[in-house]
């Protein structure tokens, strides 16, 4: 049986992490993508009928960091393996030895993004475009994971619970990690290659004009929300109902990390996203782009819920290295390779009735 190099751990793998210090941003990072990795191959072991100790390449993706995978998260339709939840058991020698056990989760729940093979690909992209189309919040599998994921949170509090997802599996995660994060527990959250649906902006090499189209966007953007919202006021007015809270004050102390490679166009826009507030408040007008920030000119035209991909406030990590092709710019291997070279900026939102941006 021919075997994928990116499913063999022992090729592909990090396996320089053979003492993890929960501390070490690139140490946890490369522990979440390995677990998110091992989601796709229990997918892959699944569809080739790699079964047993023998064959199965899934297991020592998290074995590897003392992860065992305690319940797999199956479709409905096609029963195939998009999540799962890990549960962290290290010996007890290694527990009293490991570096800052205090950052280390309790349990992971990853999700995988789209596998393009025959057994799951149609289902796959049915979720691509209810991602497009602001509706993954009303698919089964949201129901399943949204479900795992708050009976977790319940047992033991949202500080001993990663969400972790690549692409397709990075949406899934925010969605479930903004949905418990709107109750007051906050998981940590790491999406990998997170889908941002706009135009590519980020492309265009001229600053000014780049600059200036993200501009017009947000005065355009906040003069419909304004506008929809003095409608929305003036009949709840009518009715005596009381303003509805901001949805993005309620996120904005929960910080998503979020990493993204400028060389695939499906998450770069983040990168813009969040410089574009900070300047809109250099030039004296981050009025306005605290409520363009919360909406999506297309998710506004269309109607419907607040769209996964805007974030309030997040830990943006750039992967500053040269890609050779979007497949590697898109792929979650580039999170863990010791070559890489990555920069981190914090991001915080400031509500509406504040005046800066932090």
């Known amino acids: ?12 793998g990090p396996l320089h992490l053979t003492s993890i210090d929960w501390a070490n941003e690139h140490h946890r990072r490369s522990v979440a993508g390995s677990l998110v990795q091992g989601i796709y191959v229990a997918e892959r072991d699944r569809q080739l009928q790699r079964e047993g100790p023998e064959l199965a390449l899934s297991p020592i993706w998290s074995e590897f960091f003392h992860f065992r995978l305690i319940r797999k998260f199956v479709d409905d339709a096609d029963n195939s393996i998009f999540g799962g939840i890990y549960e962290y058991k290290p010996p007890q020698q290694l527990s009293q030895t490991v570096k800052s056990m205090e950052f280390s ?19 796959d992209i049915e979720h691509d475009i209810h991602v497009i189309r602001n509706g993954l919040h009303t698919t089964t599998r949201f129901e399943i994971a949204i479900q795992a994921v708050r009976n977790i949170v319940a047992s033991v509090g949202g500080s001993s619970v990663w969400l972790a997802g690549h692409s397709l599996g990075a949406s899934m995660a925010l969605l479930t990690g903004k949905t418990i994060a709107r109750t007051g527990f906050f998981p940590e959250c790491f999406a990998f290659n997170p889908p941002f649906l706009s135009a590519p902006i980020e492309k265009i090499k001229d600053k000014r004009i780049k600059h200036g189209i993200r501009i017009a ?27 509805p809270p901001d949805p993005f004050e309620a996120l904005s102390d929960w910080f998503p990390r979020l990493y993204v490679n400028p060389g695939d166009h499906l998450c770069s826009e983040y990168v813009g996203y969040f410089e574009h507030r900070n300047k809109m408040e250099e030039i004296g007008i981050g009025f306005v782009e605290r409520v363009a920030t919360q909406h999506s000119l297309g998710g506004m035209l269309l109607g419907g819920q607040e769209p996964v991909h805007l974030i309030p406030s997040s830990v943006l990590t750039v992967n500053l290295s040269s890609s ?24 915080q939102y400031s509500p509406i009735n504040k005046k800066s941006l932090s």
């Open 217 to 243: 966007g947000s005065v355009i953007t906040a003069g419909l929300a304004l506008a929809k919202k003095a409608t929305q006021q003036y009949s709840q007015n009518n009715r005596a109902l009381p303003a």
């Open 1 to 12: 049986m021919m075997i994928s190099e990116r499913d063999d751990f022992s090729l592909t």
């Open 105 to 123: 989760p309790r349990f992971v729940i990853a999700f995988r993004g789209t596998v393009t093979k025959v057994d799951s690909i149609s289902r």
């Open 324 to 347: 050779r092709d979007f497949k590697q710019a898109h792929g979650i291997h580039q999170w863990w390779r010791e070559d890489n070279k990555f920069e981190t900026k914090v991001y």
